[in-house]
């Protein structure tokens, strides 16, 4: 039997419940597998300052994957990996959106400031109400001075959202574009993608691969889940999550992760 020694694990529709809460009951398995040696990682599209709450929240000190791959940190919180956009190439994206879609609402992570072009829409308002997170107004110089681990988007519907991620994916094929569910995508650099920092961290860590069990819920979370030993979906994930996963588990409402953890570590 396949012998796993790190977990790697999406937040938002994945390890939450609906309320993007940790379940006590998951909380206190988590401690009690760290404790016995295995890391477990978190992997979010969220920024630092929004997913370490979390992290403290199950009572653990592991590293951390944020920005869907564009930013690693080691359990002291210190970067390992960081990959950002050029202010050249965040001002092209945020020029292309709201010439074609100007419905949507457009904001900057960078590090763990998050900049918002209208911080009072009430998306923008329900975004840091969820995350914990205020918010800053993009200033002037953005597309000279900052350089965006990430520039993020959330649509009204989910036409908008594909329709807007196709018209990205093909007007900025040297970006990588994704969903992360709740009609939110993601533009990033090329290679922050989830996969590839959880390949990163598992070479740092001396770890192989094939060694690491993934969990995840969106398209956001295919790659990493095709690239693990074992990718694991949530009953209520997307179907490109299925499709990428080896095994199906309860959903996030039901606690599938830690199901699925107690049977494979028992």
């Not at 093909?170 to 970006?175: H, K, V």
Request: proline fraction near 7%; include cysteine.
């Amino acid at each position: 039997m396949q012998e796993y020694k790190i977990v790697f694990s999406d937040l938002d529709g994945t390890l939450l419940n609906n309320a993007h809460r940790v379940p006590a009951a998951t909380a206190l398995y988590l401690r009690a597998l760290v404790a016995r040696g295995v890391p477990f990682v978190i992997v979010t599209a969220r920024m630092p300052a929004a997913a370490l709450p979390l992290q403290r929240e199950i009572g653990i000190s592991s590293p951390m994957i944020c920005y869907g791959g564009a930013l690693t940190l080691d359990k002291d919180l210190n970067p390992l990996r960081s990959l950002c956009l050029t202010p050249q190439q965040s001002a092209a994206v945020v020029a292309f959106a709201k010439a074609h879609f100007p419905q949507v609402q457009t904001s900057l992570y960078a590090g763990n400031d998050w900049y918002a072009f209208n911080p009072q829409a009430p998306e923008i308002k329900l975004e840091s109400q969820i995350t914990g997170v205020p918010v800053q107004p993009v200033p002037p110089l953005y597309n000279k001075n900052i350089y965006p681990h990430k520039v993020f988007f959330i649509t009204p519907d989910g036409d908008t959202c594909e329709q807007m991620l196709q018209a990205l994916e093909q007007q900025f094929p040297a970006l990588a574009v994704s969903h992360s569910g709740f009609g939110h995508i993601e533009v990033t650099a090329a290679n922050a993608v989830k996969a590839l920092a959880m390949q990163s961290l598992c070479q740092t860590l001396g770890i192989d691969v094939s060694s690491a069990i993934a969990f995840g819920d969106s398209l956001n979370d295919a790659d990493m889940l095709r690239a693990a030993g074992l990718g694991v979906a949530v009953e209520n994930a997307s179907p490109q999550a299925k499709a990428a996963a080896k095994r199906i588990c309860p959903s996030n409402e039901q606690e599938g992760v830690k199901q699925t953890l107690q049977e494979l570590f028992a």
